[in-house]
């Protein structure tokens, strides 16, 4: 993972292993088994995935240390060799091709720009930082800026010091500049008009507003930024429930909780009808609506609970004190869900027909058990309290 890039094929080979496991537990699965997509699964939990690691971006992320030290001024030897060979040494600058390139210097090569999409550089000398490519001046890289001006660049591996010669910058070109790419070098002109370059100040890079250290691990961390948060995640995992019952959450969550509905849209049953009511039988019906939901859901005091259009509505009922925390009222909800799947799973899979009473001693039967789960002692109180109001009732 760390001395060589991994093969495409390679990372499909684990990554069909992982997938495996995790959605049969076996070495093998079909694409059917697998209930959601695998890059959903691996983004954060806090942003709607799994959380499961990305090999590729774990591999790249440790490989992009050692581009990390290549670009900063050399001291052991290994840093000064591929600078001799692939930089200043050898006539060229660092990150141009040459058909002698040796493959770990190509691997290299090729993690540069990622390397240089997720860093920023706070501007010292410019002698390892890139003209065109680097996030130096600006909220975007120039190259991103004028890309019209950098196709006549002869040179676009150019460190913003090779740019700036004898107090003024000289970027080299192609001759004749159309009109767009001479509107765009007066604006960069314009732009560098008050840059000055500090000689004898190396170059700070680094991750994120504050410039942190290059690191794998913040590597990771900022393209798993590229998605925005999930707003629900946290009634999903800030949960008492079981790990299990915490992803049949994430399941409904994404609408990938297997109804008839979704298993006909897969090729994996013939009929989209509900077996205890003869309904059309998606997601909502099966936990909301189904005559089996609705009469526990009724059983229990959640009456307006039938009605609603999302499952997520839930967390808005007004059936809990101001005193359930947020933690607890996932649990109670979870357990609540979960017992309603797993009854119709009885009606499915074995052609028993629980009773809401039934469901219902369920749902207190694991609540109980999950309060052990509870770190809160006011958690697990209302808890308690809340089961005993349940079991009178
Ligand atoms: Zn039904």
Redesign the pocket.
């Known amino acids: 993972m760390c001395s060589t890039l991994l093969h495409k094929g390679t990372i499909e080979a684990i990554d069909a292993r992982r997938r495996a496991f995790i959605w049969t537990g076996d070495i093998t699965c079909s694409g059917g088994q697998c209930k959601a997509a695998w890059e959903l699964v691996c983004w954060d939990r806090a942003r709607g995935g799994l959380g499961i690691k990305r090999l590729d971006l774990q591999n790249k992320g440790l490989l992009s240390k050692f581009v990390d030290k290549l670009l900063q001024a050399p001291t052991t030897n290994w840093q000064k060799w591929f600078h001799l060979m692939y930089g200043d040494g050898a006539g060229r600058d660092l990150g141009d091709t040459h058909h002698l390139d040796t493959a770990i210097w190509t691997t290299l090569r090729q993690l540069i720009p990622n390397f240089r999409r997720c860093t920023k550089v706070h501007l010292g000398s410019g002698q390892f930082t890139s003209f065109w490519f680097d996030h130096w001046i600006g909220p975007q890289p120039l190259a991103d800026l004028f890309p019209a001006l950098l196709s006549f660049c002869p040179r676009p591996n150019i460190t913003v010091a090779h740019a700036y010669l004898q107090d003024q910058w000289i970027i080299p070109l192609h001759p004749r500049l159309t009109s767009v790419t001479s509107s765009q070098l007066s604006a960069i002109l314009l732009a560098l008009a008050n840059v000055a370059l500090l000689p004898h100040v190396p170059d700070r890079r680094g991750i994120g507003v504050d410039l942190q250290p290059f690191s794998s691990r913040g590597f990771y961390l900022w393209h798993m930024e590229q998605r925005p948060n999930d707003g629900f995640a946290d009634c999903i995992w800030s949960n008492a429930a079981i790990p299990r019952c915490k992803h049949f959450l994430w399941l409904v969550h994404h609408n990938r909780l297997p109804s008839a509905a979704l298993l006909h849209h897969r090729c994996i049953v013939e009929s989209t009808l ?1 077996q ?4 059309y ?1 998606d997601q909502d ?2 936990l909301l609506r ?3 939901a609705r009469g526990l859901l009724n059983y229990i005091g959640w009456n307006i609970a039938p009605h609603l259009t999302s499952f997520r509505e839930l967390w808005d009922l007004p059936y809990f004190s101001d005193e359930a925390s947020p933690r607890t009222r996932s649990t109670i909800i979870t357990a609540v869900l979960w017992n309603v799947w797993k009854a119709r799973n009885s009606v499915v899979f074995s052609s028993l027909f629980p009773t809401a009473a039934d469901t219902r001693l369920a749902i207190l039967q694991d609540l109980r058990l999950w309060s052990i789960r509870m770190r809160s002692p006011s958690d697990k109180a209302y808890l308690h309290e809340w089961c005993s109001t349940f079991d009178v009732n």
């Open positions: 509900c205890y009511c003869g309904a039988e019906h099966l189904c005559p089996l």
